[in-house]
Each structure stands twice: as C-alpha cells, then as structure tokens.
C-alpha cells in the first residue's frame, strides 16, 4: 500500500513510521519547515524512545520518506491519514476542526483518483461526515471514501502500543474502503490482533469515551486519596486492593497531582461539550474535569504548607516538568499550574527533566534548570517530585537532604514514603493520599 501520512506529531510520524515498518511506502507529510528538514536529515523532533532507530531503518530500506509537499505526496497515494492536531477551541470546549478540515480540503484538491481519507486525529462524532463533504464540495468528480481510525497509542510507549496494540478502531461505510483498511493493518490481522469494524460514528465514539473513563477511573482514585488523607488510609495500599479485582484493574489507579497532557484535558472536554450539543449532558466526565482543576489546586496547597504558608524567597526544586516521563511533551502538564504558582509567590525554582528542559525553557519562564537531581536540590528549601521519571526513582536522599537548606519533600507521585524520607533525614514529607510529617 501507498500511504501519506498528513501531520508529523507523535500520532503521526509514529503511524508514519510503524506503518512503513509493516513494509508499505509512506510519505510523512508536515506544513512545519523545521520539521521536515530535520526529519529529512534522519532527527526525530520528538523525543520517543525507540522512533529515531526504526526512523532511519525504514528509512534506508526506501520506503519512508518526509515533504512539505502534500499534493504530491497525495497524488501517489492509496490512503491518506489526517494525523494533524484537534486543540481545544478557545472558549467553549469543542475541538477545534480547523487543521483537520484544511487538511481534507487540500487532500481533495490534490488527490485524482480514488482514495480512502482516513482520520486518525481525535475527532468528535459527526466529523468524518463533514470530512466526506468538504472533499466532495472541493472535487465532485473525486471516487473515494472517508474511514474512521482513532490512534490509541501513548507516548513514551508509542511504537509497542502501536505494534502490539489492543485493539484497532476502524469506521467504514463501504466495502471497499474496509478492505484498503484491512491491507494496511494486514501485519496485525495476521498476528490476531483484535480489530474491531464500525461504523463512522462508533469509532469516533469509542475514543473518547475510551479516553474520558481512563480519566474518570484517574480522578476517582485522586478522590479517593484525598479522603484516605482525611480518615488516615494510605491511597497506594487502598489502589492495591482495588486493582486486583479483575473487573477494576490495577491501570491508571495511581494517585497523583491530576491528569494532564496532549489528550485527556481536551478530550474530556470536547466529550463534555458534544454531550452539551446533544442535550445529552455527559455529568461524570464534566465532574472529573472540575475535580482535576481542583486536585492540581490541592497540590500548590501541599507545597505551601510544607513552606510554612508562603513561597516568599524559598528555593524550590521541581523534579519532572513534562506530564509522564519518557516523553518531552508538556502541553496541559501539571508542572504549567504548579511552577508558575511557585514563581507568583515569590519562590526560586530550579527544575531538571530528562527531556523536558526544550518545551519547558519556553513554557517556564523565569526558573532555572539543572542537569540533575543533586545540583538541583543544592541549597533548596523544598523538593518537589512532579513527574516519575525512572532517574528519580532510586535518588540518594540522604545525599539530596544534605544538599538541601532545610530538606523538605513533596513527593507527588508517591515513589518514596515518609519512612524513606524520615530516614534520609528529611524535616517534613507529604504525598499523595498517605500520611505525612513535619
Ligand atoms: P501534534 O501537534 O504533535 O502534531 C500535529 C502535526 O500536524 C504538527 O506537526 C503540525 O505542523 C501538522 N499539521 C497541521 N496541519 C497540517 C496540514 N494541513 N498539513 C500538514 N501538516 C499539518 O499532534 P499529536 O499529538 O500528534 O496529535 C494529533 C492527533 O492525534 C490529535 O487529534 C490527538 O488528539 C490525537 N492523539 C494524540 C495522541 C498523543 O499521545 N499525542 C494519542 C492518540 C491520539
């Protein structure tokens, strides 16, 4: 199969990549200069363990290849992915919808013969019709189809998601548009993943109620750790207990400072605003985006306690600025609300991040970086661990409570426990949904 993939972001230069390995020619296509240049120089601008390798393998066996040039890259395709971004509309909600339909309209002006339109951008339900109408108003004589392929692959586990995934979405309307769809996911038919065939507007919703009840199941165990603060429970014991129960799961039951990142804030509310369209109000999904607000505001609560009440001239040192480890990303990270309350209250922070320290140069004003986790906690009067990266998992804390002017732990992932921090010699320890001191 010939396949151009429109959009180079994670979903894309991931699908990109995976699907050349699977051995179709796919040509990756960006509107962003800088991007293509340095694909096209064997970089990766994203950083996702295991992509630039299988990048430059596909690569150098010819079949993957990158353009600013969309018409041409169009022209020699079977399948086109929309793979572009679907941001939050400024002030109600709603996904915005403008890159992918100038997407779709620049795919029918190019395209000159059949093709299927496949989105894989997240997209509310009703979008790939609009899709089917914007390419037949821009070239009524075009044959081709529009198929729904939702991605559901995480960052800094993309590849495998993607090569060994779940499940795999796909919304069709014709035969024949189901089987291009069936020839480029051949390689996981043939290895018995599931897929599962729909309609356009089941796949569509399938996303996001996938991804709104991974959010519910995140904020309910937040919930649940702010009571056990209460009534003296520990969160990591009550998210054991729970999660054995084969019909809860232990996934995504780990309390911590509030879901962010690239999907669920704004999914959750783009779901929120289809139901508000639909006069069908979607109430649990708009509770658990006002609890997640009000958890990340909990979290600033923890820190100005353990200061003592104010941030005013307090050294702070963040651990994990981007909003999961082994990704750079930080769109909607937890470390965009938390950091700038710090530096609003008068506190010095120095931060350090694997791969984080790019995207939040430019989105943290006015902090300082370090390159590791000691150089940080040098002279702070608070250590606060924001994103559990595996370089913060096994720190030396007796080594960073000595470094430190009056060591201090927030530790908002749950890694270590008061014991460790109590033994470490550290003055106070708070975390998530367990008991603290100091
Ligand atoms: P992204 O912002 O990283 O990438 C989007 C890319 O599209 C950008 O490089 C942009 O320059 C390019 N683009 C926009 N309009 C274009 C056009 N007309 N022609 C060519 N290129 C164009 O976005 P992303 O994180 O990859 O997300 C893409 C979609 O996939 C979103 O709808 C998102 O919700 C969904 N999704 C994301 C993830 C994730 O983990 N990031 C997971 C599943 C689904």
């Known amino acids: 199969m010939r396949i151009a993939m429109i959009g180079t972001g994670y979903v894309g230069l991931v699908s990109g990549v995976c699907f050349s390995d699977f051995g179709h020619e796919v040509i990756c296509v960006d509107k962003d200069p800088r991007k293509i240049e340095k694909l096209e120089r064997g970089e990766v601008p994203i950083f996702e363990p295991?992509?630039?390798?299988?990048?430059?393998?596909?690569?150098?066996?010819?079949?993957?290849?990158?353009?600013?040039?969309?018409?041409?890259?169009?022209?020699q395709a079977d399948a086109v992915f929309i793979a572009v971004g679907t941001p939050t509309r400024r002030g109600d909600g709603h996904a915005d919808l403008t890159y992918v339909m100038a997407a779709a309209e620049e795919i029918a002006k190019a395209a000159d013969r059949y093709i299927v339109i496949v989105t894989k951008s997240t997209v509310p339900v009703g979008t790939n019709a609009k899709v089917r109408e914007v390419v037949a108003a821009a070239n009524p004589d075009l044959e081709f189809d529009v198929a729904?392929?939702?991605?559901?692959?995480?960052?800094?586990?993309?590849?495998?998601?993607?090569?060994?995934?779940?499940r795999v979405v796909v919304g069709v309307e014709t035969e024949r548009a189901a089987q291009v769809m069936s020839?480029?996911?051949?390689?996981?038919?043939?290895?018995?993943?599931?897929?599962?065939?729909?309609?356009?507007?089941?796949?569509?919703?399938?996303?996001?109620?996938?991804?709104?009840?991974?959010?519910?199941?995140?904020?309910?165990?937040?919930?649940?750790?702010?009571?056990?603060?209460?009534?003296?429970?520990?969160?990591?014991q009550v998210s054991k207990g729970m999660g054995l129960d084969g019909r809860i799961g232990n996934k995504f039951l780990h309390a911590?400072?509030?879901?962010?990142?690239?999907?669920?804030?704004?999914?959750?509310?783009?779901?929120?605003?289809?139901?508000?369209?639909?006069?069908?109000?979607?109430?649990?999904?708009?509770?658990?985006?006002?609890?997640?607000?009000?958890?990340?505001?909990?979290?600033?609560?923890?820190?100005?306690?353990?200061?003592?009440?104010?941030?005013?001239?307090k050294t702070v040192a963040v651990l994990g600025v981007t909003f999961k480890p082994n990704t750079d990303d930080m769109r909607d990270a937890p470390a965009l609300t938390i950091v700038p309350a710090l530096v609003g209250g008068g506190a010095k922070v120095r931060a350090c991040d694997p791969q984080g320290r790019h995207e939040g140069e430019a989105l943290l004003p006015g902090i300082g970086w370090s390159e590791d986790p000691y150089a940080a906690a040098e002279g702070a009067d608070l250590l606060v661990i924001l994103t559990e990266w595996n370089e913060f998992r096994a720190l030396d804390l007796k080594r960073i409570a000595g470094a430190m002017t009056t060591a201090r732990m927030a530790d908002l992932?749950?890694?270590?426990?008061?014991?460790?921090?109590?033994?470490?010699?550290?003055?106070?320890?708070d975390s998530i949904g367990r008991a603290g001191y100091g």
């Open 50 to 75: 295991g992509l630039d390798a299988l990048m430059i393998k596909n690569v150098e066996a010819g079949r993957l290849s990158f353009t600013l040039d969309l018409a041409s890259a169009v022209k």
């Open 148 to 166: 729904s392929n939702p991605e559901f692959l995480r960052e800094g586990a993309a590849i495998d998601d993607f090569m060994k995934p779940d």
């Open 183 to 236: 020839d480029i996911y051949r390689p996981l038919y043939l290895r018995d993943f599931p897929i599962v065939t729909t309609d356009l507007e089941s796949a569509e919703m399938i996303k996001y109620a996938a991804n709104a009840f991974l959010a519910v199941k995140i904020t309910f165990i937040n919930e649940i750790a702010a009571l056990c603060e209460k009534v003296g429970a520990d969160v990591k």
């Open 256 to 313: 911590g400072p509030g879901y962010g990142g690239s999907c669920f804030p704004k999914d959750t509310k783009a779901l929120a605003r289809i139901g508000q369209e639909h006069a069908s109000p979607m109430l649990i999904t708009e509770a658990v985006i006002k609890i997640n607000e009000d958890v990340k505001r909990r979290m600033i609560d923890k820190l100005l306690d353990l200061c003592g009440g104010s941030f005013n001239g």
């Open 413 to 429: 992932r749950n890694v270590y426990s008061a014991s460790d921090a109590e033994a470490a010699g550290f003055a106070a320890y």
